[in-house]
C-alpha cells in the first residue's frame, strides 16, 4: 500500500480507537473491551479497512514511542506522598511479585501449552506487567478505598518497565541459548536497571527545574516541550542500551509530577489526551494484526494458562507480596483478583513476536496470540466484574461526605458552626498554627499546612469530601484551592469566597467549575474582624419570595421565569455589606450558600448581620423577600 494508504490507516486507527472509548466511558465498559473489538472488527478478519502491515517497520516505531509516552504520563499521575504511605507492598509488587509472576507463567505455558522452557520463559517474564491503561479507567469506575486504589496504580506504573525490561533481557537469552548469555543477559539486567534509574530520575530534575523557572520555557510551550524532551529522553537511552529508555521515561514522570507545581495540572491533562489517543492507536492496530483463527487454536490449554494466572500465580504474588503489612484480608482478597494486563503487554508481544519470527523460532504467532488471549480474558473479567468484588467484599470507597474548609477564622467558624448544628461534618485547612488552634479549641478537625500542596490535601482527605470551601482574604488563594480540588481529587462542589474588588470574579470561577459563595461578594477580612469584635448576630430568616414583577408582555422582552417565586441570590452582587446569607436548609440539611443555589418559598436561611448595622440590613433582607422565622429573628442553630 502507498504512503496515502499508510496515512489512511493511522487516521482510521485514530478515529476509530477514540470513538471506541468514548462509547466505553458511556456505557461503564473497560475501553480496552470495545478497542480489541474494534482492531478485530476492522481489521483482515472483519472488513479488512486496517491492514497494519503497510505500515512496515513505522508500526513498531510508533509502538515504542507511544508506550514511553503513556508511561511518562502514569507516571506523572504518582504522588510522592502516598506512595510512601504504601511503600512496603508496593515495593515487593514491582520485585518479590514480579517474579513470582515470571516464575508461574513461564510453568503454566510449559505445562499447559506444551512449550519448551525458553519461549516459556519468555511468556512468564512478559505477563508480569499489568498496566495504568487499564487499572486507572477500572478505578474510575470502581473506586476503592485509597489505599487500595494506591497501591494498584502504583504497581501498574512501576511494573511496566520492569516488566518490559525483564521482558527484553529474557529474549536476548532465548536468542542466545546458552550459558554465556544468560550470565550476560543478568549483567544486561542491571545496566538497563541502572542506566534508566539514573538518566530518568537526573532528567526529570533537570527538566522540573526548567519547567519551574517562569522565564526559561515562555508560557504555553510547556507542554510541547516537555514531549520532545521526553521522546530525546527515551531515544537517547534507547541508543546506549535497549529498553532502558521505558524506565528512563516512567522515572522522569514521577519526578516532574511531583517537583513541578506551575504547570502540573496543565501538563497531566496534555499528557492524559495524548496518552487516550496513543492507546486508541495502539490496541486498534495491534488487535488488527492478530488473527482470530491463532487465538481460537490456543484451545483449552491457552484458557488453563490464563486461569492459572488469575487463580494461583496472581493470590501466590499477592499473600507474598503483602505478607506482614497492614492490609485487611478483604484487601488482600481484591489484590489477588484485579490484575488485568494492558496496552505494555499487547505492544511488546508485537515486538517480540516479530523478532523471534525472524530469528526462525517456533511458536512465534502462538506467543502472540496468548498475550492477547490474557489481555482479553483478565480485562473483561477482572475489570468487568471487580466493582461487583469490590462492592462483596466491603472495600469501595465510602461514599463523600463532610466540607473541608480552606481558612481558620471568625467568619469560617460562622458558617462552620451552622452546618455543624446541620448535621454536617466540617474540617479545616490552615497554614498558621495559631488559627489551627482555633478550629481545635472549637471542636472541629484542622490539618496544618499549605493548602495548595497536594501532600496537605491528602492529608485532609480530600478524595473523600463532598465540597470545599475557600474563605480567605486572599481571591486568587480561595481559587487556587477550589482548582486543586476538582482537578486532583474529584471533589463535585468547589465554592469560593470573593470580593467585590478582587481579581477573581464569578465568570472566572464558572470556567473552573467553582460557584462563588455566599450571596455576593464579601470582604473577608472585614467580617473577620466584626466576628472578632463580637459584632455579629447569626439569626434564621425565611425565604417568602420576592413580590412578583409586572406583567410584561412577550413583545417587550418578558422572561416568563423570572415571574417564579424563586431567586438565584448569589448569582449577583448584594448592594448591602450589612449582612451574609451564610447557609439555607435545602431538605433536611444545611448547605452553603452559594451562587449556584436556587431559593424556592419557606426555605430557612441563616444569616450573619452586622448589629450596628441592623436596621439596615433587616430592610435589605426585607426586599429581598426574607422575614425572620419568628416574630423576633432568632438565633440560628449554632
Known amino acids: 500500500m502507498d504512503h496515502a494508504g499508510s496515512a489512511l490507516i493511522f487516521a482510521l486507527a485514530l478515529g476509530t480507537g477514540v470513538l471506541a472509548q468514548v462509547a466505553a466511558r458511556h456505557l461503564r465498559v473497560p475501553s480496552i473491551v470495545l478497542l480489541l473489538g474494534t482492531g478485530v472488527a476492522l481489521g483482515p478478519d472483519g472488513l479488512g479497512w486496517i491492514r497494519p502491515e503497510a505500515l512496515g517497520s513505522g508500526l513498531f516505531d510508533l509502538v515504542r514511542l507511544a508506550v514511553a509516552v503513556i508511561l511518562f504520563e502514569g507516571g506523572l499521575n504518582l504522588e510522592l506522598g502516598r506512595l510512601r504511605r504504601e511503600s512496603a507492598p508496593i515495593r515487593r509488587l514491582v520485585t518479590t511479585g514480579a517474579a513470582i509472576t515470571a516464575v508461574g507463567g513461564a510453568l503454566a505455558s510449559h505445562w499447559f501449552m506444551g512449550w519448551d522452557w525458553y519461549l516459556a520463559a519468555l511468556f512468564g517474564a512478559l505477563v508480569v506487567v499489568t498496566g495504568p491503561t487499564v487499572i486507572r479507567p ?51 539486567l542491571l545496566l538497563r536497571l541502572g542506566l534508566g534509574a539514573g538518566a530518568g530520575v537526573g532528567f526529570g530534575f533537570a527538566l522540573g527545574l526548567v519547567l519551574r523557572g517562569r522565564r526559561i520555557v515562555p508560557e504555553g510551550l510547556e507542554n510541547i516541550f516537555t514531549l520532545g524532551s521526553v521522546l530525546v529522553l ?12 521505558i524506565l528512563a521515561v516512567t522515572l522522569a514522570g514521577v519526578v516532574v509530577g511531583n517537583l513541578v507545581k506551575r504547570v502540573g495540572s496543565e501538563l497531566g491533562d496534555f499528557e492524559e489526551q495524548l496518552t487516550v489517543a496513543l492507546i486508541g492507536v495502539l490496541f486498534v492496530l495491534l488487535s488488527a494484526d492478530v488473527r482470530v483463527a491463532e487465538v481460537v487454536a490456543l484451545g483449552a490449554g491457552g484458557l488453563a494458562t490464563v486461569a492459572a494466572l488469575v487463580l494461583v500465580v496472581r493470590p501466590l504474588d499477592v499473600l507474598a507480596s503483602t505478607l506482614g503489612s497492614e492490609l485487611e484480608a478483604r484487601e488482600r482478597a481484591l489484590l ?78 460562622g458558617l462552620a458552626e451552622v452546618l455543624r448544628a446541620g448535621g454536617r461534618e466540617v474540617r479545616f485547612v490552615d497554614s498558621s498554627p495559631g488559627h489551627c488552634r482555633a478550629a481545635e479549641e472549637r471542636g472541629f478537625s484542622v490539618v496544618y499546612g499549605n493548602a495548595l500542596s497536594l501532600r496537605t490535601l491528602a492529608r485532609a482527605r480530600l478524595e473523600q469530601a463532598e465540597a470545599v470551601l475557600g474563605i480567605t482574604a486572599n481571591d486568587e488563594v480561595n481559587s487556587l484551592f477550589a482548582r486543586e480540588a476538582r482537578d486532583d481529587f474529584d471533589v ?47 439569626a434564621t430568616f425565611r425565604w417568602a419570595g420576592k413580590p412578583e414583577p409586572p406583567e410584561v408582555s412577550d413583545e417587550t422582552g418578558g422572561d416568563a421565569e423570572a415571574r417564579e417565586p424563586r431567586e438565584r441570590l448569589g448569582a449577583r452582587e448584594t448592594a448591602s455589606d450589612t449582612f451574609v446569607v451564610l447557609a439555607v436548609a435545602v431538605g433536611d440539611r444545611w448547605t452553603p450558600m452559594h451562587a449556584g443555589l436556587v431559593l424556592r418559598p419557606d426555605v430557612l436561611a441563616s444569616v450573619a448581620i452586622h448589629e450596628p448595622d441592623e436596621a439596615t440590613a433587616l430592610e435589605t433582607l426585607r426586599e429581598l423577600g426574607f422575614v425572620p422565622h419568628r416574630e423576633e429573628p432568632a438565633e440560628a442553630p449554632v
Open 492 to 538: 463535585p462542589e468547589s465554592y469560593v469566597a470573593i470580593s467585590s474588588r478582587g481579581a477573581v470574579t464569578a465568570r472566572i470561577l464558572e470556567k473552573q467549575g467553582s460557584d462563588v459563595l455566599f450571596d455576593g461578594p464579601k470582604e473577608v477580612e472585614r467580617w473577620n474582624v466584626r466576628f472578632r469584635h463580637g459584632a455579629v448576630r447569626v
Open 234 to 245: 527515551y531515544e537517547g537511552c534507547e541508543a546506549v542500551i535497549g529498553e532502558s529508555g
Open 138 to 188: 477500572l478505578l474510575r469506575f470502581a473506586p476503592l478505598r485509597a489505599r487500595l486504589s494506591t497501591i494498584l496504580e502504583a504497581e501498574g506504573v512501576l511494573i511496566d518497565p520492569v516488566g518490559a525490561i525483564l521482558a527484553a533481557v529474557t529474549l536476548e537469552i532465548v536468542l542466545g541459548a546458552s550459558l554465556e548469555s544468560f550470565q550476560q543477559g543478568v549483567v544486561d
Open 336 to 413: 489477588c483478583w484485579v490484575a488485568p494486563r494492558g496496552v505494555v503487554a499487547a505492544a511488546i508481544a508485537s515486538l517480540f513476536a516479530g523478532v523471534l519470527e525472524s530469528a526462525g523460532f517456533e511458536g512465534s504467532r502462538e506467543f502472540r496470540a496468548l498475550v492477547f488471549l490474557t489481555i482479553a480474558v483478565t480485562v473483561v473479567v477482572q475489570g468487568g466484574t471487580a466493582p461487583l468484588v469490590a462492592h462483596a467484599l466491603g472495600v469501595s470507597a465510602p461514599p463523600r461526605q463532610g466540607l473541608v474548609i480552606l481558612g481558620a477564622e471568625e467568619f469560617a467558624f
